[in-house]
């Protein structure tokens, strides 16, 4: 039976990580519908429309659906999953929010973050922030997962899918939508960036952190990331979080700069291809992992760097 | 208004696990185990909206063995006001312990139930969002900013791109971020009253759940190692290597 894929997007533009996450579906195998909830967006409807092995795109609109609050988008997908015999979503923050809401509406046991398909029905993910992987097998009826985007590269976009608009049912909110703080950015986005500068509680300020990191960020054309003690202090934004329990990234470049290593940390970071530490202590965890390690004041080093850039 | 809060015991966030040989599984036999991380902040949360005249009752709930008397206790030191132990062998997997919580939370009728947003150990992030479904209330997950306004409240979450405040109708679910609060840790005269504070204890049997694993665990294996790299002069070097070496710029 076929494949419902819950597309992650923001109404225009139709995120990376569901090309990825349809990779995925794809390895699962059967035909794929691509839902795209939301309002005005006719142009993810379009993107998604062009993923290469989409069956049909499945478009529902509503102004309580507009942000993807969790109630109405689970209600929605609960509705159609009659029709399918999995449902696979990216593990973003939309997915992470929405899935396990569907999942228990179903009694179905949710396979979260899943790095590898194994079978139709078996699943590889990573537990203990990525020191163990665990091959499960789902034995309900029906099979939901959410899919570590990191792993998967993005499918390609030569396809030309029917879009289909479905009725929704207006049920009373239990919750509203009130505002998104998001700042703009033309940085690359870090869950899928090819190359990853981060930054950590080494940088002491958010202004060192302006002034050290994203100079060399904007030469290389890369994504910012930084560790947890950063954004607690403040240095840098939550949604820039690399780790166990931030974004998880791959990219073929992850330059750590005043970053220790945590488990935490690698945990987010440690799939990447090549990964360069700048740390001041020889000892520290990070050039474990390391291809590239310098020991270095990185109030030298990414001056250096940048202008060497 | 009544504060329900999930906890779950876990091996603690700085011991280093192993993987048993065999592929059978994780080898915790003599790990630290603590609260995980996350529910501590979920559980300052409560105690702190019951300092400042917000709430009235705090309840600790874990579904787990004997052994998660001492998360509870630690929670009754915090300032929790009583704790439920569900017992049951092995822990379940998320949708059971969902099941187990949302029955507790029937009978026990609290305004706002907080929950981690992951558990440190299966990193599922699914148990409060689960627990939701099965009331039928409303959710917010990842959040990192709380206020509560008569049947309302208003949450920020934590979500890819940045913040975004939502308002929901209690009672609500709410899974808690890192950065919502830095938990206390209880002084020795706490821990000592905790000793007095109420712990009850029932079985999951007797909550009549089916509790059976829905899934198979076929093999839990060390994830494949990276190889150590070389320590290299300076920025030119690492210029030099990151192009004609690795091909990445
Ligand atoms: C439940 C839980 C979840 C967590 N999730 C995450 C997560 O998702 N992501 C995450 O990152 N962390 C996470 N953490 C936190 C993690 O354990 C570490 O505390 C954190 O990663 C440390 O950040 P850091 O490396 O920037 O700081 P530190 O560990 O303080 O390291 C700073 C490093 O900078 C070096 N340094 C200092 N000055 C200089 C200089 N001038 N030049 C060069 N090097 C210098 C030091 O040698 C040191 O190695 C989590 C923790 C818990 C308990
Ligand atoms: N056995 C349990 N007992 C009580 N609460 C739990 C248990 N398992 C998970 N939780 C709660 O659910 C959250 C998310 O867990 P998980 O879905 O396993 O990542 C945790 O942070 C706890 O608040």
Redesign the pocket.
């Known amino acids: 039976m076929a494949i419902l894929l819950f597309a992650d997007h923001d109404n225009d533009v139709l995120f990376d990580q569901t090309a990825r996450a349809m990779t995925a579906a794809l390895q699962i195998g059967g035909e794929i519908d691509v839902l795209i909830v939301g309002k005005n967006a006719q142009g993810a409807a379009q993107a998604a429309s062009h993923l290469t092995g989409v069956r049909k795109v499945l478009l529902a609109e509503g102004d309580a659906l507009e942000h993807r609050l969790a109630e109405a988008s689970a209600a929605l997908l609960v509705s159609l999953a009659p029709h399918y015999a999995t449902l696979v979503a990216p593990a973003t923050t939309s997915g992470k929010n929405i899935f396990p809401r569907v999942a228990a509406f179903l009694d179905v046991m949710q396979v979260s973050e899943i790095v590898e398909v194994v079978a139709p029905d078996t699943f590889k993910r990573p537990i203990y922030?990525g020191n163990a992987i665990q091959t499960v097998q789902v034995t309900d009826a029906k099979i939901i997962v959410t899919v570590r985007t990191a792993n998967f590269t993005p499918t390609a976009q030569d396809g030309h899918a029917p879009v289909e608009s479905i009725a929704i049912s207006d049920t009373p909110p239990l919750s509203t939508f009130v505002e998104n703080r998001f700042a703009s950015s033309d940085r690359p986005e870090l869950s899928s960036a090819r190359l990853v500068i981060?930054?950590?509680?080494?940088?002491?300020s958010e202004e060192n952190f302006r002034r050290l990191i994203l100079p060399v960020a904007d030469k290389l054309g890369a994504a910012v990331g930084?560790?947890?003690?950063?954004?607690?202090a403040g240095y840098a934004p939550n949604d820039w979080?690399?780790?166990?329990?931030?974004?998880i990234v791959a990219p073929d470049l992850y330059l750590?700069?005043?970053?220790?290593?945590?488990?935490?940390?690698l945990?987010?970071m440690k799939d990447s291809k090549v990964i360069v530490a700048?740390?001041?202590?020889a000892d520290?965890?990070?050039f474990q992992v390391a291809d590239y390690g310098v020991v270095?004041?990185?109030?030298?080093?990414l001056p250096e760097l940048e202008s060497k850039l | 208004m009544k504060i329900l809060v999930a906890i779950k015991r876990v091996v603690d966030?700085?011991v280093k696990i192993r993987v048993k040989s065999d592929g059978s599984g994780v080898d915790n036999s003599n790990a630290k185990m603590s609260m995980?991380?996350?529910d501590e902040i979920a559980l300052e949360e409560a105690i702190r909206l019951k300092e400042a005249g917000k709430a009235d009752e705090v309840v600790a709930v874990t579904v787990g063995g004997l052994a998660a008397q001492d998360v509870l206790r630690t929670a009754l030191a915090m300032g929790a006001d009583r704790a439920i132990l569900i017992k049951a062998d092995t822990i379940p997997e998320p949708l059971s312990v969902a099941k187990l919580l949302a029955a507790i939370a029937r009978s026990e009728t609290p305004d706002l139930m907080l929950f981690g947003k992951q558990a440190?150990d299966d990193d599922c992030n699914q148990t409060g969002q689960m627990t939701s479904a099965l009331l039928g209330w409303s959710q917010a997950t990842f959040v990192s900013h709380i206020v509560l306004d008569g049947d309302r409240a208003r949450a920020t979450r934590e979500v890819d791109g940045g913040l975004q405040v939502i308002e929901v109708t209690l009672p609500s679910i709410m899974t808690v971020d890192?950065r919502l609060n830095e938990p206390r840790y209880a002084s020795l005269p706490n821990i000592m009253k905790a000793k007095k504070k109420p712990l009850e204890e029932m079985n999951s049997a007797d909550l009549g759940i089916d509790i059976a694993p829905r899934l198979r665990v076929i093999a839990t294996e060390e994830p494949s190692g990276r190889k150590s790299g070389i320590t290299l002069s300076g920025m030119s070097e690492l210029i030099d290597k990151l192009k004609v070496e690795a091909g990445v710029l």
């Open positions: 922030a981060s930054g950590g509680r080494a940088l002491g930084a560790s947890r003690a950063a954004v607690d979080q690399v780790g166990q329990t931030g974004k750590a700069c005043g970053i220790s290593g945590a488990i935490q940390h945990a987010g700048i740390n001041k202590d520290a965890p990070i270095g004041d990185i109030f030298d080093m | 966030h700085n995980n991380p996350f440190i890192l």
